[in-house]
């Protein structure tokens, strides 16, 4: 059974910075591209990053170049989401997603990130 659990989601002031942690078990880790999506309330879910299986290919969308950052531990099957200089628009629930070619993909639950004064 393959599972994709987030967590580190919270409550955190304009400027600050999370680290969003998704821990996968039920596939072999290595071989899957793992991407991080956000949707926000009454909005489209968006691609935030993604990172190739051995972490040496990476991307982000426009709105978050700079500031977020996505690594991942092929040891520990895990991959993680250092978002810094957080805004008010990056609010939105997180989700984690694995994906290999013919093989489909799979989704985590989701966690909730907000950005508040």
């Known amino acids: 059974q393959v599972q994709l659990v987030e967590s580190g989601g919270g409550l955190v002031q304009p400027g600050g910075s999370l680290r969003l942690s998704c821990a996968a078990s039920g596939i072999i880790f290595s071989r899957w591209v793992m991407t991080w999506h956000r949707q926000a309330p009454g909005k489209e879910r968006e691609l935030v990053a993604s990172?190739?299986?051995?972490?040496?290919?990476?991307n982000y969308a426009d709105s978050v170049k700079g500031r977020f950052t996505i690594s991942r531990d092929n040891t520990k099957n895990t991959v993680w989401l250092q978002m810094n200089i957080l805004k008010p628009e990056d609010t939105a629930v997180y989700y984690c997603?694995?994906?290999?070619?013919?093989?489909?993909?799979?989704w985590g639950q989701g966690t909730q990130v907000t950005v508040s004064s």
């Open positions: 997603q694995a994906n290999r070619p013919n093989y489909g993909d799979y």
């Open positions: 990172i190739s299986t051995s972490g040496s290919i990476t």
